[in-house]
């Protein structure tokens, strides 16, 4: 069995990396586990214009760090209607500082006062996310994007997921935060990425012929 570190504190990543990850033969190791109580570096600024930019410095910085292969993803939501804010600021849109809970919300509440304006059929939207692996000499070995299409609702629907899930309407007039986690899985962004990534990767315990 293979190992990789995932770049996040982020408990809902991990869940969501390592549920696909995981049944191909790869263990998922966290920073905290990687950490064992050592300080973690400082984290890097992303300060990358894309998806793909950010995903990468996460990967190179923690990899150097641990010494081992590193999966970062960086990922957001894209609105057509807003020239595709949030975009790489999803996380931190609104500018309330907090635990995540409280920049869920206040995230989500500029999300519906940005769209509040716009009509229901030109609120198109999607979550990207991109994945990057890093080897700790630096070498990006693998990138892999995924994306789940939607549009936006201003009435948010659901109990499952985080961020921005309550307030992507899917095609089949479910939000994302309504899809239970195996349903998440199969459909969401992430869920894409992780697969295209394994895909590229091979099961590590299949003998390579």
């Not at 990358?48 to 996460?58: L, R, V």
């Not at 939000?175 to 869920?191: F, I, M, V, W, Y």
């Amino acid at each position: 069995m293979n190992t990789l570190l995932l770049a996040t504190s982020n408990p809902h990543k991990v869940k969501e990396v390592a549920s696909t990850l995981a049944p191909l033969g790869w263990h998922i190791c966290t920073l905290q586990d990687v950490a064992n109580g050592r300080p973690l570096p400082e984290e890097p600024v992303e300060d990358a214009p894309d998806f793909e930019g950010n995903a990468a410095i996460k990967a190179k910085v923690y990899a150097a760090w641990s010494g081992l292969p590193t999966l970062a993803d960086d990922s957001g939501l894209v609105v057509d209607a807003l020239d595709g804010a949030p975009g790489v600021h999803s996380a931190r849109w609104s500018g309330v500082d907090g635990d995540r809970a409280t920049r869920d919300a206040a995230n989500n509440k500029k999300l519906v006062q940005a769209i509040e304006p716009i009509p229901q059929e030109k609120r198109s939207a999607r979550f990207v996310c991109v994945l990057c692996l890093a080897e700790p000499d630096g070498l990006i070995r693998h990138v892999a994007r995924g994306t789940m299409e939607g549009h936006i609702t201003s009435d948010p629907r659901g109990k499952n997921g985080f961020g921005y899930d309550p307030h992507l309407m899917l095609p089949d007039g479910r939000t994302s935060a309504e899809l239970s986690p195996e349903e998440k899985n199969d459909r969401s962004h992430r869920g894409q990425a992780c697969r295209a990534l394994a895909f590229t990767l091979g099961q590590p315990d299949t003998p390579q012929v």
